[in-house]
């Protein structure tokens, strides 16, 4: 991943708070995501950025969002969306406020609807033990 690993925590930070909350599941998974990816930081750079978000305002964390997704490297958008919503279904739940999230996240990193819509489709279809709130 070229994306600098600031930039990347500060949209799986924001994935924390979409639920309220930083639970073992998701702690597990950003350590499996840090062997996976080769960035051993990535944990420690995690909990900076969590510790930076935690009290921001819905519009002051947009804001944050905008300015780090100026500085997401070509091409890796989709898959910064992919992890967020890796990290938010964690806990094996989709709640609608995720994937209202979902969708912002998409639009500040310049994802268009239609493909963000096909990332949700086709995760919701590969995890079978997914719960969705309806």
Do not use: H, R
């Not at 995501?33 to 080769?38: R, S």
């Not at 910064?80 to 609608?96: E, K, N, R, S, V």
């Not at 489709?121 to 969705?132: K, N, P, S, Y």
């Amino acid at each position: 991943m070229k994306t600098d690993i600031k930039i990347l925590s500060s949209f799986l930070a924001a994935a924390v708070w979409a639920d309220g909350e930083y639970d073992e599941f998701e702690k597990d998974f950003i350590g499996d995501l840090a062997e996976e990816l080769e960035l051993p930081q990535l944990k420690d750079a995690l909990d900076k950025e969590i510790k930076a978000t935690e009290k921001m305002t819905e519009e002051k964390l947009a804001d944050y969002l905008e300015a780090a997704a100026k500085n997401v490297a070509k091409g890796e958008a989709e898959g910064i969306l992919m992890l967020c919503l890796q990290l938010m279904c964690a806990d094996a739940y989709l709640a609608q406020d995720e994937v209202d999230n979902f969708f912002a996240f998409a639009d500040i990193l310049g994802v268009d609807d239609e493909a963000a819509q096909t990332i949700l489709d086709e995760f919701v279809d590969e995890e079978e033990d997914l719960i969705i709130e309806q």
